[in-house]
């Protein structure tokens, strides 16, 4: 889909390396993505594939050992110590997967919402600051737990409350790491769609990493990583049937790179021993991909 704004997260050829005890482990590998702006996409993939590992350098709380991406404008490669401190007060908001680390515990709910509005040099007075508290905990559903510590409220209210707290200051992007981790099916929904709405309410640009499969339902679009590369995608949409109902398709695409690369489903490799080498065939709309010594293939045959 392309717009007249710009893509409000581009990431291109990102490639993050750790080393630990030597070992060298490469977190991401030259992965792309381009988010555009009011967008909420869902990031999935299994554990260790690094979806985490970029969600902490968009966050501004990691660098890229190579590669670029740019959020709101930001390159984040670029930004110096104190740049990268007023993007992650301004410009990100984050909530994480483990509902302890995103609220202080000795504050009240309302709280923790008017912290970080405290926090920056554009402090708004006290009485609207009190207002806008008010106004998100009840856009989350949460106005009822407004006095109470962290402690004292649901998993699904905690989260619902973090929302709030990391809306607070008008971020662009809001990124979420597993905000429903911890919580049941039923509470998870909720959250889900207490993202969402947020993501429309306020204009934001949103990227939720999830091992939920169902987020699929909540979101247009979903972005699987796999070894540290985007994978696949899949988009939802609505189309009308021949009765005249409403039905909501998914359809899975696999990506493919600036240079052509693209990644084969394990399944598709597995089906046909797909090894070190394949043939490939270009026909008038589709490209063939087979396996490098098909029986009585005499290595010239084409598709016509
Ligand atoms: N600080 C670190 N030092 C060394 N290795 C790391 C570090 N952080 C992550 N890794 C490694 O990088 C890879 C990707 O980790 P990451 O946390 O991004 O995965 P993930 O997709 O978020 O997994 P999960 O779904 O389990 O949260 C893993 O192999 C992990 O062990
Ligand atoms: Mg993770």
Known sequence: MSTMTPPEIV????????????VEVQALQGLNLTVEAGDLVALVGASGSGKSTLLTI??????????????????????????RQVYRRDTVGFVWQQTTRNLLPYLTAAE?????????????????????????????????????????????????????????????????????????????DEVLEAIR?????LGMTTLIVTHDPTVAAHVRRTVRIRDGRTATETLRRTAVDEHGRERHLHEEFAVID???????????????DLRERVRLGLAADH??????????????????
């Open 11 to 22: 990431c291109e050829d990102l490639v993050r390396i750790f080393t630990a005890e030597g």
């Open 58 to 83: 968009l966050s501004g709380l990691d660098r890229p050992t190579a590669g670029s991406a740019r959020v709101a404008g930001h390159d984040l490669v670029a930004l110096s110590a104190r740049e």
């Open 112 to 188: 923790n919402v008017a912290l970080p509005m405290t926090l920056t040099p554009r402090r708004r007075p006290a009485a609207e600051r009190r207002s806008r508290v008010a106004e998100l905990l009840e856009l989350l559903g949460v106005d009822h737990v407004a006095d109470r510590r962290p402690a004292e409220l649901s998993g699904g209210e905690q989260q619902r409350v973090a929302i709030a707290t990391a809306v607070v200051n008008g971020p662009r992007v809001l990124l979420a790491d597993e905000p429903t981790g911890e919580l049941d099916e039923a509470t998870s």
């Open 197 to 201: 709405h947020m993501t429309t309410e």
């Open 258 to 272: 600036k240079v052509g690369r693209l990644q084969l489903p394990r399944e598709f490799v597995e089906a046909l």
């Open 287 to 304: 490209v063939r991909v087979s396996p490098h010594d098909l029986p009585g293939d005499d290595g010239d045959e084409e598709d016509r």
